[in-house]
């Protein structure tokens, strides 16, 4: 028996784990309008604060809502909790739409993105001047790329079957030690997400604009394109920081990976410095480190713990270690009108447990630059029939679709468990299914959306009748979790705490900025 069977069987043990996952999304989406082109209308006021409300954000621009769902152990549940709040904001935004791709929709001038705004309290100008640093730094193009993030953690009853009675020093340790296990077998293994799910094959020119990429793009009307292409959205044109590629963050462990990590909190940039920090009494960037802040780390994946009031998130990671993991990698998916299926989510389970039931060796010398490798192999040349790549430096390459048969192996394994736990067999047809599109690429969301492309002449033409669609959709939905008082008693509620926040404010912006950083200033 596998040492990953061995613990399989031990986790199903207590069949409850199966049925107790921890789950929450975050779905990001640009507002655009009628000529589907992005809209620069400010937050829609009817959605309250976007710097207090719980479920209704922006994020890098007042031009792209973010949805937060609460942590849910149900996946239908979860799901209707993402509606409802699409359904509220879609009837509160005029006769503008939501975008159904994670690149961006056209946009005339990239200076006229318009910036969030978080109000005039210390935080919320603090919100506003890091997205001012990330506009300097990268362009405000690839800061309106919208994604959707997943965040999973394990019920105790996992660890319980696992590791036994533990103390809770001991069981901080372990939960540390086991998601940063996962986390590096994500890595190893999670081109596979990108090549399932990735959906952005194609992109507007005004994306380019008359940039040199030095990619063969061919062209479907005006939409750039790459024929094997998956998730662009992942490469270098996207979410991807070149002044952090020699980072090489540990992800051997929390000490490890937080020594990193403050590293790059304090490693100056030479490139960042000529922007300046303060130019003629303006501020514009927190300063001028590769990092502002721990958020501009860009990674796939994240080890997060929900931190305190005032609490950095490196310091809720030391307090009490990891607590879930952040998967980042997910594009929007456009044939869903909340930009995620259940599907996805299901897989996800299979997929995450997997990855934490899985031996997982430590990283070595070059295993991150490999890993990379082959994510960008997938991001670029996913669908190529014959694309192979090596696992890690000191395997033999083999082929994509050989090696997602082998994890497709495993996961049916865990898919049975799940089933057996849960009733029905969802999580075994989603394997059934997404193996097939292992065999033919030409299934997968990238493969689905070239051929729409294809017969609509161009992504802008999809894009607004996936938009159209999706505006009638949501604008019918009935609410299944919340309701209309509990959207508007939020909207209030938000409004309220804002006004509280930048009441209480006793600090000078430029004493709260100090203070904020005065950690870089210590050895």
């Known amino acids: 028996m596998t040492e990953f069977s061995a613990r399989l069987q031990q986790v199903a043990r207590n069949p409850e784990t199966f049925k107790y996952f921890g789950r929450g999304i975050e779905r990001e989406t640009l507002r655009y309008d009628s000529n589907a082109q992005l809209a620069l209308t400010p937050h829609p006021n009817a959605l309250g604060s976007a710097l207090t409300n719980r479920w209704i954000t922006t994020d890098f621009s007042e031009s792209l809502l973010e949805f937060i769902t609460p942590v849910s152990n149900n996946v239908d549940e979860l799901l209707h909790q993402l509606k409802d709040v699409h359904h509220f904001t879609m009837s509160n935004m005029g006769d503008e739409k939501l975008w159904p791709m994670s690149m961006p929709c056209f946009v005339s001038d990239e200076t006229k993105i318009p910036l969030a705004e978080y109000g005039r309290s210390n935080s919320g100008r603090m919100k506003n001047l890091y997205r001012q640093g990330l506009k300097h730094r990268y362009g405000s193009l690839m800061q309106i790329i919208s994604g959707v993030h997943f965040n999973f953690s394990f019920p105790e009853s996992y660890w319980d079957s696992l590791y036994g009675e533990q103390d809770e020093q001991q069981r901080a340790e372990t939960k540390s030690e086991g998601y940063f296990a996962l986390i590096r077998n994500y890595y190893r293994y999670g081109w596979i997400i990108p090549y399932l799910f990735g959906a952005s094959p194609a992109l507007c020119p005004s994306f380019i604009k008359g940039r040199e990429t030095g990619l063969p793009f061919e062209t479907i009307g005006k939409t750039l394109y790459l024929p094997y292409a998956t998730a662009l959205r992942l490469s ?43 130019v003629d009494g303006e501020h514009r960037q927190l300063n001028s480190n590769v990092l502002q802040i721990e958020n501009e780390l860009y990674a796939p ?9 005032g609490e950095k998130p490196s310091e809720a990671l030391k307090r009490g270690g990891v607590e879930y993991i952040e998967v980042r990698s997910l594009d929007v998916n456009p044939f869903s009108a909340i930009g995620v299926s259940k599907e996805q989510v299901l897989f996800l389970d299979l997929f995450v447990t997997w990855c934490g039931l899985k031996d997982s060796a430590p990283m070595q010398d070059g295993d991150l630059e490999c890993w990379r490798g082959n994510w960008n192999n997938v991001i670029l040349e996913g669908r190529k029939p014959g694309l192979s790549f090596k696992l890690c430096c000191d395997q033999q390459p083999n082929t ?21 736990a849960n009733g029905g067999n969802d999580y075994q047809a989603v394997c059934q299914t997404l193996v097939s599109w292992i065999e033919d690429p030409e299934l997968t969301m990238s493969g689905r959306l070239l051929h729409l492309i294809r017969q609509s002449g161009g992504i802008g033409k999809v894009g607004s009748d996936l938009g159209d669609q999706y505006r009638e959709e949501l604008r019918a939905h009935q609410y299944q979790i919340y309701n209309q008082q509990m959207m508007e008693q939020e909207v209030v509620r938000s409004r309220q705490e804002q006004q509280q926040i930048e009441e209480s404010d006793q600090l000078s912006f430029d004493d709260f900025l100090a203070d904020y950083f005065s950690y870089l200033k210590k050895s």
Request: negative net charge.
């Open 400 to 420: 994509l679709v050989h090696w997602g048969k082998l994890i497709f192996e495993q996961l049916n394994d865990i898919a049975i468990e799940m089933d057996k």
């Open 301 to 309: 994946i994240r080890p997060k713990r929900v931190a305190k009031s």
């Open 236 to 278: 270098d044109l996207g979410y991807t920081n070149s002044a952090q590629s020699d980072l090489n963050i540990s992800f051997n462990g929390l000490d490890e990976y937080l020594t990193g990590l403050q590293a790059a909190m304090h490693k100056p940039s030479e490139r960042f410095a000529q922007l300046g920090v303060v």
